[in-house]
């Protein structure tokens, strides 16, 4: 197959969008593979075309190692985000730390070039970059800059080289794609002759192929993945050879586990075994706080209760394998290829599980795919649409929803006071009328130039709020103005990677002001039944309103922070297509108020927050 069909070759540098580039090529019928950055491209029959991608890493730097006879092979190049700054350096040009870094989307002025055919300017990109091109080489042009004037875009047409500082292979530049097909398809001159359409037929022939005589104990979680690869399993060994248990860590939402038993019954999943495992959980998870180490946990106790029950049932260890819904978003932000950073470590990429992966012994049908990709093969299985358009739920649940703390702050009064006044300089400096401004004095995961980050959450304070205590006529927030402020704020200061918006506090400000504070806390029974009262009440007010199937994901956040005990609520609507970019979701002013007064009537909550963050830089998710 390799050699049948043209190739586009894509070099890794460790972006977490890189898997996402090669789905795009797919989209327009164009083969894509991806390689280690040192890989010999020249050793490729029928290449047309090479991309660099993006990375965390600086150019020039002697860790990423590339052969740079790519750029000598009579092919052309496109450099993306670090693949730009890349070809650059080679070339002669420079590279330096950027004074105002960009994440998120951005206003790209375009020049005339054989890339940008079709498409006028401006454009709107989506960015994630610390560094930047301060000066191209010789024989290239400037082909796009920003706002700031930083050259976003560069190339030569005569030497069919092409570098873009932002990410086209994101959704969220809009025109993206016809980017990449411009380059695939009139600069490298590719057939497009590739079709997808026998996927699903490929993918159960690989699990026949891998799985062989042996059969599979599949974990299942009751979400889309899960399923669908439970599903696959199926469809490719035989009900016989596949065992699914669903655990139920006491980790879920409201009424999940009977929804879950109630749908995947209905499914014709009769050969999935219920696993109650509530206390095991909780007791792992007893006096933990750090969320990396939170992750870990969850992650070897699912591991440690499937071991349990396969020596309960007697099951020949070398005649099973585990089967799990890993998708390739859970594997990018592990680190899962050599220049990757770990984002956060996802549940089933802990050690042992890598360990078990390296002897050849899980099974994961859909890894290389994007959430997008897992509900067109259910369908292709024809299983229930509420089961493919469910909201995504992480595996470790409620867990990684409930922040913990030893009530002491890892930063003191001062230096948040600090952060606070290079916040409010941003804000005067816009042109959004915001009364106040404070920042938490905790800290979640972000993604910031494929780096992770672990930074505080900037609070923005309306005196518009007051119309949750009055019925409002119309519209009140300006989610634009707001998004862009939200997005300054974020690309200015390295130690903000979150911006929210409060919507609802408790008692007067000089109350706040003294009582408001760190609350100590751990993943408990008490404090995992307030989170689900909320998520519930939450759940609810969304699909009253219509905008269930609008959101891609809403997840809501327990902070322990707030005045006499009573801890604050984060509320994250995000819409997405594959997780790798998000942006917030707008939710109507109506919606909001129900929210907020059903959630006040409950009387444990001190603040409500809607997070006004896109992704980058903050993950869809606080850990």
Request: with cysteine; hydrophobic share 35%; net charge negative.
């Amino acid at each position: 197959m390799v050699n049948k069909h043209q190739q586009v070759a894509i070099l890794d540098f460790g972006s977490q969008y890189t898997h996402l580039i090669a789905r795009r090529f797919r989209q327009i019928r164009v083969l894509a593979k991806i390689y280690p950055a040192d890989y010999d491209v020249s050793q490729i029959d029928n290449l047309v075309g090479v991309v660099l991608s993006g990375g965390p890493g600086i150019a020039g730097d002697e860790q990423y190692e590339y052969q740079d006879n790519v750029f000598e092979l009579g092919v052309p190049v496109l450099g993306l985000c670090f693949g730009h700054q890349l070809m650059a350096k080679y070339f002669g040009g420079e590279v330096e730390v950027s004074s105002n870094r960009e994440y998120g989307q951005a206003s790209l002025n375009i020049g005339s070039c054989k890339l940008f055919a079709g498409l006028e300017s401006p454009e709107t990109v989506w960015m994630s970059h610390g560094d930047c091109v301060s000066k191209i080489p010789d024989g290239f042009k400037v082909l796009g800059t920003t706002s700031d004037k930083s050259i976003a875009a560069m190339g030569s047409d005569n030497k069919q080289m092409y570098g873009l500082q932002f990410h086209p292979e994101v959704t969220h530049t809009p025109h993206g794609l016809k980017m990449l097909e411009n380059f695939a398809l009139d600069i490298c001159g590719a057939q497009g002759d590739w079709n997808s359409s026998n996927l699903l037929a490929e993918v159960i022939e690989q699990i026949k192929k891998q799985v062989r005589d042996k059969k599979v104990f599949m974990l299942v979680s009751g979400g889309v993945d899960s399923s669908v690869a439970f599903a696959l399993l199926i469809e490719a060994l035989g009900k016989n050879r596949v065992y699914g248990m669903y655990v139920d860590t006491g980790l879920m939402r409201k009424n999940e586990t009977q929804e879950i038993k109630q749908s995947l019954n209905q499914t014709g999943f009769d050969n999935l075994h219920i696993k109650d495992a509530g206390d095991e959980f909780l007791n792992k998870l007893a006096g933990v706080i750090d969320p990396e180490e939170k992750r870990k946990v969850i992650g070897q106790a699912f591991l440690d209760i499937k071991d349990n029950v396969a020596s309960e049932l007697n099951l020949n260890p070398d005649e099973w394998l585990l089967g799990q819904g890993t998708i390739y978003p859970d594997t990018i932000e592990t680190g899962g290829t050599k220049h990757a950073d770990t984002i956060k470590t996802h549940h089933n990429r802990v050690d042992a599980i890598q360990k078990l992966i390296q002897q050849g012994k899980v099974v994961e049908p859909i890894k290389d795919f994007y959430k997008d990709e897992v509900r067109e093969i259910g369908r292709s299985l024809r299983l229930p649409k509420e089961l493919i358009n469910r909201h995504p739920f992480p595996g470790p649940g409620l867990g990684i929803r409930v922040l913990c703390s030893d009530g002491e702050s890892n930063i003191t009064e001062e230096e948040l006071k600090r952060i606070n006044r290079d916040v409010k300089e941003i804000i005067a400096m816009s042109s959004t009328e915001i009364d106040d401004s404070y920042v938490l004095p905790l800290k979640s995961v972000g993604v910031q130039g494929d780096n992770r980050t672990y930074a505080h959450p900037a609070v923005l304070r309306l005196s518009e709020v007051g119309l949750l205590r009055r019925s409002p006529t119309s519209e009140v927030f300006n989610w634009q103005q707001l998004g862009e402020l939200s997005s300054k704020i974020t690309n200015s200061l390295k130690t903000v990677n979150r911006v929210l918006l409060e919507i609802y506090s408790l008692g007067s400000f000089e109350q706040k002001e003294h009582a408001t504070k760190l609350i100590s806390g751990t993943v408990t029974k008490d404090r995992l039944g307030i989170l689900r009262e909320c998520d519930a009440i939450v759940m609810n007010e969304v699909k009253m309103a219509g905008l269930y199937d609008k959101i891609w994901q809403f997840p809501v956040i327990l902070l322990p922070y707030g005045i006499d005990g009573r801890e604050s609520l984060v509320l994250r609507p995000v819409e997405s297509l594959e997780a790798m970019t998000a942006k917030f979701y707008p939710l109507p002013a109506k919606v909001i108020e129900k929210i907020v007064k059903r959630i006040r009537n409950l009387d444990t909550i001190s603040y409500i927050y809607i997070d006004i963050t896109n992704k980058p830089p903050g993950t869809i998710e606080w850990e």
